[in-house]
């Protein structure tokens, strides 16, 4: 069974960066598309990015494209996310979350998710 654990949640000042990680145990990774969403409070969970399994094609919310870059390390088992010129409404718990495919995408098909990392962007 997999098993995602995010991590590099934390404070950041407006216009600063961050990089999530998503660690996963067990056989991923290399067949799975993943991708992260966020929760930000009193709102509903929302898509940011996608990666396929070989990390050619990617996705991102109109919200952080420019800003946000998904990767992903095979070897490692490893997702990222790396967050730059952070904006007060980026705000969020962050979570990855993987596919059963290794490129399709829909909220049906995603068999494993994280615990969730915070990110507050506050001066």
């Known amino acids: 069974q997999v098993q995602l654990v995010e991590s590099g949640g934390g404070l950041v000042l407006p216009g600063g960066s961050l990089r999530l990680s998503c660690a996963a145990s067990?056989?991923?990774?290399?067949?799975?598309?993943m991708g992260w969403y966020r929760q930000a409070p009193g709102k509903q969970r929302e898509l940011v990015t996608t990666?396929?399994?070989?990390?050619?094609?990617?996705s991102y919310a109109d919200s952080v494209k420019g800003r946000f870059t998904i990767s992903r390390d095979n070897a490692k088992n490893t997702l990222y996310l790396q967050m730059n010129s952070l904006k007060l409404e980026d705000t969020a718990v962050y979570y990855c979350?993987?596919?059963?495919?290794?490129?399709?995408?829909?909220?049906?098909?995603?068999?494993?998710w994280g615990q969730g990392t915070l990110v507050t962007v506050s001066s």
């Open positions: 990666i396929t399994s070989g990390g050619g094609s990617t």
């Open positions: 979350a993987k596919s059963l495919y290794d490129s399709q995408w829909y909220f049906e098909a995603l068999d494993a």
């Open positions: 067990g056989i991923i990774g290399s067949i799975s598309a």
